[in-house]
């Protein structure tokens, strides 16, 4: 089955202390991407790759990291989160132009 | 201004009912123009892609209009199973060749019996 898995899907975590979303996807996809989505607002993108080792921010990228040695895994890291990345996340992938794909989202609590 | 504009609702409506949003854009010379379905704290599926010439997919119709930077989504004969927060989404000009897409915030649908 095509799609995009991301975990953990619900993560809470304290001040300072590194974590690692995964995101991975099965569709042989150039293009992935990491969304935040916050109450009242669209999401906003924080990362995005246009293939292997070509990764560029997006619109919100402070505080977060991203690699992308695979073609099908796009992790994002917090190095040292914060309570304003309390957030839900989305990875999402596609071809080109193409439709989105999205994870299911992880749902972080940053304390 | 933001780049993507929605009603947030909600929208209350019976079983049956025809609902219209509509989303605004701020660039005029963006390109392509899709509605994506959310439901509550899942991820966003693609509902539609909207046409100049507008397009028709069973109940659900979207319009493009350029003169006035406008979408629209409409739902005829509701369902509750139509109840979730409906995405408007823009890809602006220029994307360098990647799939940049601004999302609007969202409207949201309740479809009630």
């Known amino acids: 089955e095509a799609q995009v898995t991301q975990n953990p899907r619900y993560l809470i975590t304290v001040t300072g202390k590194k974590l690692t979303v995964t995101c991975s996807q099965n569709?042989?996809?150039?293009?992935m991407s990491w969304y935040r989505q916050d109450p009242g607002l669209g999401l906003r993108q924080i990362y995005y790759?246009?293939?292997?080792?070509?990764?560029d921010k997006g619109d919100v990228p402070e505080g977060y990291k991203v690699s992308r040695k695979e073609k099908r895994n796009f992790p994002l890291i917090l190095e040292s989160p914060s309570p304003n990345q309390t957030s839900l996340y989305f990875c999402?992938?596609?071809?080109?132009?193409?439709?989105?794909?999205f994870g299911s989202g992880t749902q972080l609590s940053v304390l | 201004r933001k780049e993507v504009e929605q009603d947030p609702g909600p929208f209350n409506v019976p079983e049956g009912a025809t609902v219209a949003f509509n989303c605004t854009y701020s660039?005029?010379?963006?390109?392509?123009f899709f509605w994506y379905r959310q439901d509550c704290r899942k991820e966003p599926k693609l509902l539609m892609s909207v046409y100049s010439s507008g397009n028709e997919d069973g109940r659900f119709t979207a319009q493009l209009n350029r003169a006035s930077q406008y979408i629209s989504l409409l739902i005829r004969d509701s369902k509750l199973s139509d109840s979730a927060t409906y995405l408007c989404v823009v890809r602006p000009p220029f994307s360098g060749g990647y799939n940049k897409l601004i999302f609007g915030a969202g409207t949201r649908l309740a479809v009630h019996p």
């Open positions: 790759s246009m293939n292997v080792e070509v990764t």
């Open positions: 999402a992938s596609s071809k080109s132009n193409e439709k989105l794909f």
């Open positions: 660039n005029s010379a963006s390109q392509s």
């Open positions: 569709m042989n996809h150039e293009y």
